[in-house]
């Protein structure tokens, strides 16, 4: 396995286009993460899924951001309506999550998908 | 307050000497803590991870942990160069029905040859 893989590594989109950003986790891995990152911060958790169910979204990010997990395999991040403020570092992660709950698991980041909205 | 804190930096230090970076941590039911470097324009790699109280060493990297102060530190000795890189702490959050892992905002490290 080659790790988490992130798709595109580099997107360059007009103010007012939809973009999505795909995420292939290790493949063994029951959770996924998406997280933003801009400069000088540290990343900021988005969303994540285990196995195909999303069990949290944050509180921060509005109607336009949407993700899915639909075989519990790869993920999607879809932006709606960009705006020059959506211009970050998207940052995707899996984790296996042991049944006996969630307090060993590690994070595994892929490269990141680097969006500028013009 | 914030989840996670850490000092920004940047933090200078000189080539061989020992870098100490620190994080503090709001929730009291965290239980597993993490180091990761970041290089510039690149994505998080794990260091270190370190859950029970005390240090835990890996090579020139020890991770301490102090769950009654909620602290959690990483020391580098013998700091070189290529060690010039975002450090970031991330704790587990245990104030959700799932857990999930809170990063802190990093700390710059700068070794100076």
């Known amino acids: 396995d080659t790790g988490v893989s992130q798709n595109p590594r580099h997107k360059i989109t007009k103010r007012g286009q939809n973009v999505t950003f795909r995420c292939d986790p290790i493949?063994?891995?029951?959770?996924l993460y998406w997280y933003r990152q801009t400069l000088g911060q540290g990343p900021e958790f988005l969303t994540y899924f285990q196995n195909e169910a999303q069990l949290e979204k944050s509180r921060l990010l509005s109607d336009r951001f949407s993700a899915e997990r639909p075989k519990g395999s790869f993920s999607t991040l879809e932006i709606q309506r960009t705006e020059q403020g959506d211009s970050a570092m998207y940052l995707c992660?899996?984790?296996?999550?042991?049944?006996?709950?969630?307090?060993?698991?590690?994070?595994?980041f892929g490269p990141g998908t680097r969006l500028l909205v013009l | 307050q914030k989840e996670v804190e850490q000092n920004s930096g940047p933090l200078s230090v000189p080539e061989g000497a020992i870098a100490s970076l620190n994080c503090t941590y709001s929730d009291r039911g965290s239980q597993s803590f993490f180091w990761y470097r970041q290089y510039s324009g690149k994505s998080p790699e794990l260091i270190m991870s370190?859950?029970?109280?005390g240090d835990k060493e890996d090579g020139r990297f020890t991770a301490q942990l102090n769950k009654a102060s909620q602290y959690v530190s990483l020391l580098i000795r013998d700091s070189q160069p290529s060690d010039s890189a975002t450090y970031l702490c991330?704790?587990?959050?245990?104030?959700?029905?799932?857990?999930?892992?809170?990063f802190g905002p990093g700390t710059s490290l700068s070794v100076i040859p």
């Open positions: 992660a899996s984790s296996f999550n042991h049944p006996s709950g969630g307090a060993y698991e590690t994070q595994y």
């Open positions: 991330a704790v587990n959050s245990s104030k959700t029905s799932y857990d999930k892992v809170i």
């Open positions: 370190i859950y029970s109280n």
């Open positions: 493949s063994e891995h029951n959770r």
